[in-house]
């Protein structure tokens, strides 16, 4: 039986709408905030200044020296170094960037509340203190906002994704992995996502973002009517398992303070984090390690003898690992260590970077995976795949688990 052209119309149309409904879901315009700052430089805000001068240009250049000294005065005391002066020439080559929080220019008067970043190593250098920060695992962070009891994640721009994406993260212990929200990762990292307990589709997701764990900061606003005041509950949760370790309220007068209200939340959210961390709480899930194939035992041939036969010569491959090195005693340590692993034929740095990340370039007998297992037995927390690896000592403390909480709706 022959269908007649006109019985082929509607579903070449539904094809066609199909198609275009499921490019919709990844495109759009109205998607994709991007970090701005990723850096870790010191950051000391909230800066208040007023300089008189004899034009607009000059008062201001007099508020930002004003503010550059102000604030190496606090870093100085807050790193425990005692909080001396420099010379401006100085502050000049430290200071990587003024933030304008709040300013009022006038023609012979600049009034303003600044904020000055200061670049991490030269700082360091001239305090005379380490700048070895010990890092949490890469963690992937999925913001997720209530509002008018609908969740959202990545499926749209909201205000909630770019409060993170404004959060200078670069000081935090928090090694935070944040998604731009573009192309896959509405359909990856959603609320949906965040509910699924599943170890595997974790695991094959924060594969693709380079991630050994999940945060899932929440926030759920309450407005109480239109253009008042609107009440927000800020939720630090983390794992697989959705675990709620720590929740808070914030509220604000009126919809036109939602930004300044979603900037404090992420900021104590960070604090959560780190609290947690220091705590032992975000230790690295083992069901989200790789898992190496299991070898079957081999079987006996028909006569009931076994079958000998030589093992197959294995070829050496070259693995770049990255490592921390706060001082030069880290650097044979660790060069000691991936030598005593075994199918290791050789380990040296080949880029050194005292008070940084060095880079050692290891020869192994055998395959990447098996190397980055071998290191996870040792103790090392491994990031990265391929022959790119990044290692770190894993933390020793390990808490006992809170209760687990699923709850995210409501």
Known sequence: MRLKPLFLVPAAVALVLGTGVGLAQIEGGGRGVAPIDSSSDYEVSGIQVDVAAKDADAARLGGWRLAQRKAWVQLSRRLGAGGGLVPDSTLDSVVSGIVVENEQIGPKRYVAKLGVLFDRNRAGAMLGISNYVMRSPPMVVIPIVWS???????????????AWARYRTGGSAIDYIRPTGTGPDPLL???????????????AVLDQYGGSDVLMPTVKLYRQWPGGPVIAVFQARQGPDNRLLSQFTLRVGSV???????????????????SALRAGYLKSDPGLSYVPPTEEPAEDDEGGETIVTDEPIRATVGISVQFDTPAVGAVTATESALRGVPGVTAANTSSLALGGISVMAVAYAGTPEAFKAALEARGWQVFGSGTTLRIRRAPRLLPPDITTDNVTGG
């Open 148 to 162: 008018g009891g609908v969740a959202t994640g990545f499926e749209q721009r909201t205000l909630w994704q770019e």
């Open 256 to 274: 036109a303070g939602i930004p300044a209200l979603l900037d404090a939340g992420v900021k104590r959210l960070d604090e959560a984090y780190q």
């Open 189 to 203: 990292l959603n609320l949906g996502q965040a509910q699924r307990p599943g170890r595997g589709w974790w695991r």
